[in-house]
């Protein structure tokens, strides 16, 4: 031991002769590292982004959406004579769900949802809200928590109670100052009763626009046979409807009359499978299921969130890929410098090297000189690089708005190839200083 610090102690010297040229040999180190650090801070960071998404749009969910269609009363007039020729199809329905979890294997979970936007009234303020309809599987679906009170329970679900579950914005709308369990909203013309406050889900305006979500934390979820009830059944023909009239606002820009269809009893049906293996062919299932049941009328859009959210998984592994191939190419420059300068420094000191084997060192003492010379440099480079990393994730993230986080395990694994890279590129060098004839090497001027 006594004999390996003393070496190190040597080779420690030698740097601190050349401080500058140290510094310079250094730099490529640095640089390798810190593009380490700030890789492996971006991508985990990507990583945990691709987590929080698939949290956001439920794991192994498949979206069947009503399809909606402007049509013109021209448009209208043509299409009557088809229609007189086969049934008109029904549209979503909660017996389509009820058929797909009956039939489709593989389906863990079903819930429709029904989506009314309206405004949320307490005590003198109004909230701009959307009122959904939904089973009490929805929540698992989504993997939304209850963060106080209790979920819909079976009595409520059946018999359409006037209660809900707000989101957590709506608890500091409109009880800021007070529990929220048990108090009552109005929704429309509803009272509803207040019985779950969900946890709090944060959510960016880019995940709303690219996964096509909605803030919950600004949703008041209610069970969907109690919208059916108290609300508008949609599948039913009441005198109601038939005496309304077209309102003015679904007049297009044109001066045409257009009619949107709006027949489907619900907006949403949400089906969970439960491997993310099986989405594709499930859909494909369900898409030719759902068109048997609407009298092959494709009046509904299927969508897999997860595709989207693969698809965006692999830009960020490309992304990844390339700052690692550039953090390895910084660090293998910064490798050939150091043997580069290290090999010049052999043929400079031939002269110390051959003084100290006349006085006794050996092969592995000159090795372990010019090698603890080697590893020194990128060890201090290392720690430089480390901290020059993680300023660069910092400043990344604050600049430009990506999610970087910086783990132990990655400046670990930096600071061990930092080390790696001055073993593998010194000991070259170091073969070649013990290789050398003290005498020549006394010689030598």
Known sequence: MSRFLFNLKIALEALMQNKMRS????LGIIFGVASVIAMLAIGTGAEKEVLDQIKLVGVNNIIIKQKIKVESKADKEDNTAKKDKKEASLGLTINDGEAIKKIVPNVTHVSPELDYE???LRNGISLRTHLVGIKSEYFDMFNLKVATGQDFNN????TGDPVCIIGKGVQTKFFSSENAIGKEIKCGHVWFTVIGVLENRNVNEGEKSSLGI???NLDIYAPIQTLLLRYDNRALITRAKINKPI?????????????KKTYNQIDKLIVQVSEPEILQSTANFINTMLKRRHNNTEDFEIDIPQDRLNEHKK???TFKIVLTVIAGISLM???????NIMLVSVMERLKEIGLRMAVGATKKDIILQFLAEAILMCLFGGIAGILIGIIIAKTISGVYSILTIITISSIVISFGVAISVGIIFGIAPARKAAAQDPIESLRHE
């Open 214 to 216: 909605r803030d919950n």
């Open 155 to 158: 009595w409520q679900m059946e």
């Open 315 to 317: 830009t960020k592994n």
């Open 247 to 259: 309102n003015n606002d679904d007049n297009d820009n044109s001066g045409k009359n257009s009619i």
């Open 333 to 339: 420059v910064g490798g050939i410098g150091i043997m």
């Open 23 to 26: 510094l310079l040999t250094a």
């Open 118 to 120: 309206t405004f949320a």
